[in-house]
Structure formats: C-alpha cells, structure tokens
C-alpha cells in the first residue's frame, strides 16, 4: 500500500524560508509522476510543483516559479520542496501527491495517492 508522510511545516515571518519533505513507500515509483499541491482557508486545493520521478524533469506553478524549488531523493525515496521568500499568501496545508502517469498533472484528479498534508503559515 502506498504512503505518502510530509513533514516540515511550521511558522515563518515573511521572507523566510521553509523545507518540506515528503516520504514514499509502498512500491517503486519511477515511472510516478510526484506532486506538491497546497489549500489555502476557504480555497480549493491548487497545484504548486511537480517532478517526474524518473528524469527529474520539474513542472511550477506561476505564483511560485523563481521561489519554491522541487526536488527528490531517488536512494531514499523522498521529495523536498524547498520554499524560500515566502508570503503570507503561501499560507496553506501542503499535500504531497502520486501520480501513475504523466498526463494534466496539474490536475488534481490526475494524481492517484495523497498525503495528509502538513501546514504552513507565513506571518506579515
């Protein structure tokens, strides 16, 4: 069975910096397509970055291009993604996210396995 566990969420001032990090078990996923997605307070759940597994190739959001950096540990099968110059608009729950394909992944329903997200809070 698949498992997705973050870690790394907390408060920050605006400007800093955070890393979170999402471990993965259960199977072998190189041919996964990885995801950060993140839900603000009475918002929908948007798309942050992603990055296929296997070549590494990244994919950003807009709001986040330049700031937030993806990336994973294959040895270890973990994802980071490291934060930095955040805004209190980044405040949100993280989710990391599993998809089996590489197709709409910016698509929430594109991705097969979920976390259950850890929170991070930028204060002005």
């Known amino acids: 069975q698949v498992q997705l566990v973050e870690s790394g969420g907390g408060v920050v001032q605006a400007g800093g910096s955070l890393r979170l990090s999402c471990a993965a078990s259960?199977?072998?996923?190189?041919?996964?397509?990885m995801g950060w997605f993140r839900q603000a307070p009475g918002k929908e759940r948007e798309f942050v970055a992603a990055?296929?597994?296997?070549?590494?190739?990244?994919f950003y959001a807009d709001s986040v291009k330049g700031r937030f950096t993806i990336s994973r540990d294959i040895a270890k099968n973990t994802m980071q993604l490291q934060m930095n110059s955040l805004k209190p608009e980044d405040t949100a729950v993280y989710y990391c996210?599993?998809?089996?394909?590489?197709?709409?992944?910016?698509?929430?329903?594109?991705?097969?396995?979920w976390g259950q997200g850890t929170q991070v809070t930028v204060s002005s």
């Open positions: 996210a599993a998809s089996k394909l590489e197709v709409a992944i910016t698509t929430e329903s594109s991705y097969d396995y």
């Open positions: 259960g199977r072998t996923f190189s041919s996964y397509v």
């Open positions: 990055i296929s597994w296997r070549a590494g190739t990244t």
